[in-house]
């Protein structure tokens, strides 16, 4: 003989369960919105990393929360000024991680009369208050607080940037740009 259940209990039973369920979509759906809410230098921030390190001016960026993949897109390439002077391409690509993004493309620096592109940058202790860029033949160090601040960023025109750039060079295996001014 089977026990015989009430179906006022199955019923109750049911709209625990349905509501339970809603409770939990509901969060979950509250989490994915609050994330979408985030802007990339709240990604940075979560990462150990400065907010200055990209400029003011993004119109949009996608994020590969897994890998780090990000894209960051502003409406024309720009120039802003540190310590030394750096150009921002129209689209900016890397790998986000804790303290560094890696496999940076879009970023240049200039050192001289040289540009270099920077190809990553990592805060190793953030205590020390420094902070490497890593262009390819040398690795520079900057103080932390040059970068607390999104920079103010200069449009540059693509005629401008055609006359900026006279060559392209080769030094110890890395591609260097040459200024002309």
Not at 71 to 100: R, W
Not at 153 to 167: K, P
Request: hydrophobic share 40%.
């Amino acid at each position: 003989m089977s026990p015989h259940i009430p179906p006022s209990i199955i019923t109750l039973t049911l709209i625990l369960f349905l509501f339970l369920f809603s409770i939990s979509i509901a969060a979950a759906s509250a989490s994915a919105s609050a994330s979408s809410n985030l802007t990339i230098y709240d990604h940075l921030r979560q990462q150990g990393l400065p907010v200055g390190l990209l400029p003011k001016g993004i119109t949009r960026y996608s994020l590969n929360t897994a890998t780090g993949e990000f894209l960051v897109s502003m409406e024309q390439p720009c120039d802003a000024k540190f310590e030394n002077q750096v150009h921002y391409d129209s689209n900016i690509t890397g790998t986000l991680g804790y303290g560094s993004i890696a496999g940076l493309s879009g970023v240049t620096a200039q050192e001289l009369f040289l540009w270099f592109p920077v190809k990553g940058i990592r805060v190793d202790v953030p205590s020390s208050g420094l902070i490497h860029f890593d262009v390819g033949v040398a690795d520079k160090q900057f103080s932390l607080s040059l970068f607390e601040d999104p920079p103010r960023c200069t449009a540059v025109s693509l005629n401008r940037l055609q006359s900026q750039f006279q060559f392209q060079a080769h030094v110890d295996g890395e591609d260097v740009l040459r200024a002309t001014s």
